[in-house]
């Protein structure tokens, strides 16, 4: 049973491009966390979706970024012209329910860097 | 709004002794509270968490935390460090009641010495 996956691993970018992360969650798992962690900083949650629905985007920056959770594939985390401030470890998370009484079972991340 | 503090940065322990991880939470109600560790590069494993019940918890590779609602803490501790338990230490809580996103501490950095 293959857990939370994420790709790519690590991904450079130069100032101005796009970055695509993608997240596919455990199976059986239909809600979707993503968290950013900067360096020397614990994870900051950003946005939270269930399938192809946005519930909570309360921690994803109001430009730039965003997030979709399409019926089929994966969830996509979607950068649009990077700035070196985006270097990050992006981590998805998924979960089987909707509370906090679910886990969330978390991915090895996505490292960007912004050159 | 609800914070996680681990007062320590970082925490040197020689192999074999006790290890203690502070964690203190700010929140209106009485949160679900996990402990994860993270390897370098890696992704996050949940060591332990705290629902309800008995306020000692026990979890993977010999780890225990102990909820303190006077407190509002809550503490992880291993009686005997394994240089393999070197990591990055996060407490995180989440909300009981409707969706619960994870509010995350800034971590504990363990460092193993022989």
């Known amino acids: 049973n293959a857990g939370v996956m994420q790709n790519p691993r690590h991904l450079v970018r130069r100032r101005g491009q796009e970055a695509r992360l993608r997240c596919s969650p455990m199976k059986g798992h239909s809600h979707v966390y993503w968290y950013r962690q900067l360096p020397e900083e614990g994870l900051k949650f950003m946005v939270y979706?269930?399938?192809?629905?946005?519930?909570?985007e309360s921690g994803m920056p109001k430009e730039r970024f965003s997030a979709e959770f399409p019926k089929e594939g994966p969830s996509i985390l979607r950068i649009q012209q990077v700035v070196r401030g985006d270097s990050a470890a992006y981590f998805c998370?998924?979960?089987?329910?909707?509370?906090?009484?679910?886990?969330?079972?978390f991915g090895p991340g996505t490292r960007l860097t912004v050159t | 709004a609800q914070s996680v503090t681990q007062p320590d940065i970082h925490i040197t322990v020689s192999e074999g002794a006790s290890l203690e991880l502070r964690c203190n939470y700010s929140?209106?109600?009485?949160?679900?509270l996990f402990w994860y560790v993270q390897s370098p590069g890696q992704g996050l494993q949940l060591l332990l968490k705290?629902?309800?019940?008995?306020?000692l918890v026990q979890g993977i590779k010999g780890f225990e935390a102990e909820f303190k609602r006077s407190q509002s803490s809550f503490n992880l501790r291993k009686p005997s460090v394994h240089w393999s338990d070197a990591a990055e230490y996060f407490c995180?809580?989440?909300?009981?009641?409707?969706?619960?996103?994870?509010?995350f501490g800034k971590g504990t950095m363990l460092l193993v010495s022989p």
């Open positions: 979706l269930q399938k192809e629905n946005i519930i909570d």
């Open positions: 998370a998924s979960s089987p329910g909707r509370d906090g009484n679910y886990e969330q079972y």
């Open positions: 929140y209106g109600a009485t949160p679900y």
């Open positions: 705290y629902f309800s019940g008995d306020t």
């Open positions: 995180a809580v989440g909300a009981r009641s409707g969706y619960s996103t994870l509010t």
